[in-house]
């Protein structure tokens, strides 16, 4: 058996499939599409062409774990670790800080991250690497090419203006501008607009034809926004499924091109699913008419829930305060039966278990069908509709396509998110 083909062997195991061929490829390309399920791929409603002549001609799993919450920070720092949160340190897309308001803070920055990431595997192994808008990537000196996910707090400045600081090496931003993919600004290149995904696909090919890095990671949000706004079936998602699935058909095209798809593995998957729901559950309203949390952050408070997602942990302002905990425990048992019905309490251990964030002492998950929220005051059930993600227990589940070099067809149905990370690297012969 030849050294590749272990390798390749090696790279199918961690996922737990054999579905390689003897060809190791010289460049990896990982895509995230935000809020990406398995139907879009699947349902021949769908216009996603691109995306299912991948899975038609790829590896295909159906089903991808996500960690808790399966949010996008912590589930694409995991896409870059291997861990889960507990080791890797993201717990939420916007940290937990101790009943300040965190409304506008994200983890941003790449020292966040507490484990080696992919980037620095293979950036230690002589390879050069790039990344467009990947979250927790701001900063890190593992990454060559790097335009982070990152925005200024003031939401009225043109942000695209205002992270080009953050981008490396100096410059890099405006050479993309110029070479690739015109001006961006917050018309040009809002989240959420159908423009956006294409011109990061143009950045991408950029930097693959001028600099060649081995391994790239690239975010697409556009899915995200609709499905938050509208759930999972409506006329908005279909054209950004559409721009989505564009976008990796123009990263596909010009690998053919230049002449590189028979030397790249292109990977395709989601941070975490979506769920439609119909009711909102704001659990800290118990808290606050209990008086254990003040209707508005930076108050005095013993308990806090914290809804990172669609699950929603509880913390205590002091670590092992059982009294407290024995109170809440008392308010939730006492609640009436319709809001009991509407949620299960993940105990202690079960977060444990599943990599969740240790300082949490509980944490709520809703029923399929109630999303979450963080609101202190005004009802604790309401009537709206939308989609939500963030469970603990894999409602919310994505999907996963690996593609061209050392890809032979093949078919799975689920692996773990933490899985991907090392099948990435050993796909890139990195042990």
């Known amino acids: 058996m030849t050294k590749r083909l272990f390798a390749a062997l090696c790279a199918a195991l961690v996922l737990g499939v054999v579905a390689v061929t003897a060809t ?12 990406l399920r398995a139907p879009m791929i699947d349902e021949p409603t769908m216009p996603s062409p691109f995306l299912k002549m991948m899975s038609r001609d790829g590896l295909r799993i ?3 774990v996500g960690v808790p919450p399966a949010a996008t920070y912590p ?4 896409l870059v670790t291997g861990v889960v949160p507990a080791r890797h340190r993201v717990f939420y897309n916007r940290p937990f800080m101790c009943n300040r308001d965190t409304a506008r803070i994200s983890y941003w920055w790449a020292d966040s991250i507490a484990v080696p990431t992919i980037w620095q595997r293979a950036h230690e192994a002589g390879m050069k690497t790039a990344s467009l808008f990947w979250p927790t990537s701001t900063g890190s000196p593992y990454i060559d090419y790097n335009v982070p996910e990152f ?10 203006a205002y992270i080009k600081p953050y981008c490396t090496p100096a410059g890099i931003l405006d050479e993309l501008e110029q070479q690739a993919c015109g001006h961006l600004d917050n018309i040009t290149y809002r989240a959420g607009s159908l423009q956006r995904d294409g011109r990061t696909a143009a950045m991408a090919n950029y930097l693959m034809n001028r600099y060649q890095p081995r391994l790239m990671t690239i975010h697409l949000i556009t899915t995200d926004y609709s499905q938050h706004a509208l759930g999972t079936s409506s006329e908005q998602l279909l054209c950004d499924v559409a721009s989505a699935d564009h976008a990796v058909g123009t990263i596909l095209e010009n690998l053919r091109l230049t002449g590189r798809m028979d030397s790249t593995m292109v990977i395709v998957t989601g941070d975490h699913g979506f769920c439609d729901y119909d009711r909102t559950l ?3 309203v118990w808290l606050t008419r209990a008086g254990l949390l003040s209707e508005q952050p930076g108050g005095e408070w013993r308990a806090c829930f914290y809804s990172g997602g ?10 092992g305060d059982k009294k407290t905990l024995r109170r809440v425990r008392r308010l939730l048992d006492a609640l009436p039966a319709d809001e009991r019905a509407m949620f299960r309490i993940v105990e202690k ?7 969740a964030d240790p300082a949490a002492a509980l944490a709520i998950e809703p029923v399929l069908g109630v999303a979450v929220t963080n609101n202190r005051t005004g009802a604790v059930v309401e009537s709206k509709r939308g989609g939500t993600h963030g469970f603990v227990s894999g409602q919310d589940s994505t999907t996963f396509i690996a593609y061209g070099a050392g890809i032979a067809p093949g078919r799975q149905d689920t692996i773990r998110q933490t899985a991907i990370a090392g099948f990435i690297l050993t796909s890139l012969g990195i042990e």
């Not at 925005?151 to 695209?160: A, E, F, P, V």
């Not at 699950?311 to 002091?318: A, D």
């Not at 251990?349 to 990599?355: H, K, P, Q, S, V």
């Open 349 to 355: 251990d079960e977060l444990t278990a599943l990599g």
């Open 310 to 319: 669609n699950t929603s942990f509880l913390y205590l302002r002091q670590a």
């Open 75 to 78: 589930s694409h720092t995991t």
């Open 282 to 284: 704001s659990p800290n």
């Open 151 to 160: 925005w200024s707090l003031d939401y009225s400045c043109d942000q695209m």
């Open 24 to 35: 190791q490829p010289k460049y990896v390309i990982l895509i995230t599409i935000d809020g």
């Open 62 to 64: 159906g089903r991808v």
